[in-house]
């Protein structure tokens, strides 16, 4: 069976929200553990990945980071968790992605 393989937008400023997207990350992964997941944050939902207030997603979820929001805020990679990719554009990797055939979410 083909692993099913899923793009989250997430653009949440809001820490109160944090929570919610791993739970479903959590949950996603725990009814379907082959999946693959990538989350993609543009705007003020980059700092749910800086160093010091960030995340914990789980192993093996990846994180692409907008690079025109970086440049926007001030912020370097260095600022940034381990393991980013930072993307030129998060709005224009989600379309590609979904294009490939990733299913999106958005919690």
């Not at 993307?87 to 979904?98: R, T």
Request: with cysteine; proline share 6%.
């Amino acid at each position: 069976m083909t692993a099913h393989r899923v793009v989250i937008q997430w653009n949440e400023s809001d820490q109160t929200k944090w929570p919610l997207m791993v739970n479903n990350i959590v949950h996603l992964l725990k009814a379907m553990p082959e999946a693959e997941i990538k989350v993609i944050s543009f705007g003020p939902g980059i700092f749910a990945f800086h160093k010091e207030r960030a995340i914990e997603l789980p192993a093996g979820v990846q994180v692409g980071i907008c690079q025109n929001t970086m440049r926007g805020t001030n912020t370097s990679e260095d600022q940034l968790i381990t393991g980013i990719q930072v993307v030129p554009s998060g709005v224009a990797e989600i379309v590609k992605l979904q294009a490939d055939g990733w299913i999106y979410l958005r919690p």
